[in-house]
């Protein structure tokens, strides 16, 4: 227990953090010091723009030991590049009185420090996981610390507000320097002398170092349908929950004519739907009912549910509709609960950096395109509609609804037992492979 309480510490510090970047700091660049949306809009692309070297970031923390240990280091480093990160943006805002190119190229700096150290340190810690959680506990595990990290958004929102109120621009640098220090102690507090240190992971890291980075993804990934699938319904299963993230909002105040005070509780109650479920599926139901049919329900729900907030805004039943978005919020809880457990299971020993990394990949692109995805069809429909909104928003959940049909049907032709991590951490690599 005392492990399990040390560890929450940085699914709790990364929460925090991602309020206060994607939050409070977007919001004090665009309104308060009056920078251009598009330009903040580029500077918070560039940590997904760059997901891509989560793969290489694992595949360095699997084979490169730093002082015989493969996991914490690489935590510890790339927290405190982010904390270097997040404080440069603050203080270049904040701070500086150069305008134009000179700020721009400063803050892109920051946040590709930001992305780069984010990056590392989150994919480092799933693999730590993987590492140190054997059987029932795996899932139990990494279920609880993403249910941390969602308490650690919902803590962040909280607390932050009052702390700025009345902004000003030196307050709001200390208090950003102060958090990000905080939280730096946090993650060296839960990853220091928690990883598993034996003869084993020091020849199972030998082992990874002897195969180049394109070799392994070759092998590993590119040659092996399964591994290809596999990819492919992680990303399909984020797109299909998560584009509908920044329309539902908007689609309760024009379809529904909500009022703002009501939308605003929509996050609240997506949320709270989705930490009791994830908390049910990873504690309970997995154990009970197994991963494969727990990430059923959850994509099974929210392909009904996508149906029913079409017809609660035809038949303009706000009660409906709410009671819909907490149902959406389990379904996510389960979907992910279920599909965390999967990508837990899919991740071999040796290689636990890397194939976190390319899950962590599947994901991000994932989200990104769920994102773009659900803005765009929005404006296309409506000026072909001439603003039709329930028209505009029901299109994006009906398509929400149907990559989630094609997430099922890749799910009942995926076999994890076919990839299953084994000691050698070669059992998801190609027959061929293994000669």
Same mark, same amino acid.
């Given at each position: ?7 929450? #510490? ?16 977007? %919001?004090?660049?665009i ?6 949306? $598009? ?6 692309a ?7 070297? %989560?793969?290489?970031?694992?595949y360095? $923390?699997? *084979? ?6 493969? %996991? ?25 009185e ?7 190229s400063?803050?892109l ?17 799933? /693999? ?21 990290m ?5 803590a ?13 621009g ?9 958090t ?10 839960? &990853?220091? %002398? ?12 030998q ?7 394109r ?11 399964? /591994?290809?699938?596999f ?8 797109? *299909? ?16 004519d ?12 997506w949320?709270?739907g989705?930490i009791?479920?994830?908390?049910? #599926? ?42 819909? &978005? ?6 996510? *809880? ?11 299971e ?10 976190m ?17 659900g *803005? &765009?069809?929005v404006?296309?429909?409506?000026? =072909?509609?001439?603003?039709?909104h ?7 959940? =009906? ?6 049909? &094609? ?29």
């Amino acid at each position: 227990m005392a492990s399990y309480l040390r560890l929450a #510490g940085f699914p709790l510090g990364f929460g925090i953090t991602t309020v206060l970047v994607s939050g409070t700091l977007n %919001r004090v660049m665009i309104v308060e010091y009056d920078l251009p949306a $598009s330009v903040v809009g580029l500077f918070f692309a560039i940590p997904l723009l760059i997901a891509p070297t %989560r793969v290489w970031l694992g595949y360095v $923390s699997d *084979g490169y030991p730093i002082r015989g240990k493969r %996991r914490e280091p690489y935590i510890l480093i790339g927290a405190l590049v982010a904390a270097m990160g997040v404080v440069g943006a603050t203080l270049m805002v904040t701070h500086s009185e150069a305008a134009g190119i000179v700020l721009i190229s400063g803050a892109l700096l920051a946040f590709l420090a930001y992305g780069m150290g984010s990056n590392l340190a989150s994919n480092t810690f799933e /693999a730590l996981l993987a590492d140190k959680f054997v059987g029932e506990q795996r899932p139990r595990a990494v279920t609880i610390f993403k249910v941390v990290m969602f308490v650690g958004i919902l803590a962040g929102a909280v607390a932050l507000g009052p702390l700025l109120d009345p902004f000003e621009g030196g307050r709001f640098a200390v208090i950003v320097i102060g958090t990000m220090g905080v939280i730096s102690l946090l993650t060296a507090g839960a &990853v220091v %002398r928690q990883e598993p240190h034996t003869h084993r992971i020091r020849t199972i890291s030998q082992e990874a170092a002897a195969v180049s980075f394109r070799q392994v993804i070759h092998q590993m990934i590119w040659a092996d349908p399964q /591994a290809r699938r596999f990819f492919l319904l992680v990303m399909l299963t984020v797109l *299909g929950t998560l584009a509908q993230d920044v329309l539902l909002e908007p689609y309760g105040a024009l379809v529904l004519d909500m009022s703002v005070s009501q939308t605003t509780r929509l996050t609240a109650i997506w949320g709270t739907g989705t930490i009791l479920a994830m908390m049910g #599926g990873g504690v309970w139901l997995i154990k009970r009912l197994g991963y494969r049919r727990v990430l059923r329900w959850g994509l099974v729900m929210n392909s009904s549910v996508f149906g029913g907030m079409i017809l609660a805004g035809a038949i303009q039943n706000t009660g409906l509709f709410m009671g819909l &978005v907490f149902l959406l919020g389990a379904g996510t *809880g389960l979907a992910a609960s279920g599909l965390l457990t999967a990508v837990i299971e899919y991740t071999t020993v040796k290689h636990a950096g890397l194939l976190m990394g390319v899950w962590g990949l599947a994901h991000e692109v994932g989200q990104a395109l769920g994102g773009m995805m659900g *803005g &765009v069809v929005v404006d296309v429909v409506q000026r =072909a509609t001439d603003g039709e909104h329930l028209v505009a928003y029901g299109t994006v959940f =009906a398509a929400e609804g149907l990559l989630l049909i &094609v997430a099922l049907v890749l799910l009942r032709a995926f076999d994890l037992d076919v990839l299953k991590a084994s000691d050698d951490g070669l059992s998801g690599m190609p027959k061929a492979a293994h000669a």
